[in-house]
């Protein structure tokens, strides 16, 4: 079982920036490949961004890539979302997941992932 945390929401002034973290808690990310969800009030949860556990890989939704990078650093046990040129439409709950299979099956399906953080708001005002 993984228990992860995410944390850095907030509130911020379109254009501006924000990073969230995700760290487990009580244990290492061993070697899964994690990923970044979203979801906005009566929305699909969105898939946002995904990397694999050496970093090698990374994915990105439609809707965020060249303003969104993810980024982990398996010693310090962090997986990070820097979110750049951010628009109202970016506010949601954004959640990291674990997927014990790194990425091997998928990554924009929330079903490639076994475990879930509670999620971190973000507001982004106009």
């Known amino acids: 079982q993984v228990q992860l945390e995410e944390s850095g929401g907030g509130v911020v002034q379109a254009g501006g920036s924000l990073r969230l973290s995700c760290a487990p808690s009580?244990?290492?990310?061993?070697?899964?490949?994690m990923g970044w969800f979203r979801q906005a009030p009566g929305k699909e949860r969105q898939f946002v961004a995904a990397?694999?556990?050496?970093?090698?890989?990374?994915f990105y939704g439609d809707s965020v890539k060249g303003r969104f990078t993810v980024s982990r650093d398996n010693a310090k046990n962090t997986v990070a979302l820097q979110m750049n040129g951010l628009k109202p439409e970016d506010t949601a709950v954004y959640y990291c997941?674990?997927?014990?299979?790194?990425?091997?099956?998928?990554?924009?399906?929330?079903?490639?992932?076994?475990?879930w953080g509670p999620g971190t708001q973000v507001t982004v005002s106009s």
């Open positions: 990397i694999s556990w050496s970093g090698g890989r990374t």
């Open positions: 997941a674990a997927d014990r299979e790194d990425l091997t099956y998928g990554y924009g399906s929330r079903r490639s992932y076994e475990f």
């Open positions: 009580g244990r290492t990310f061993g070697n899964y490949g």
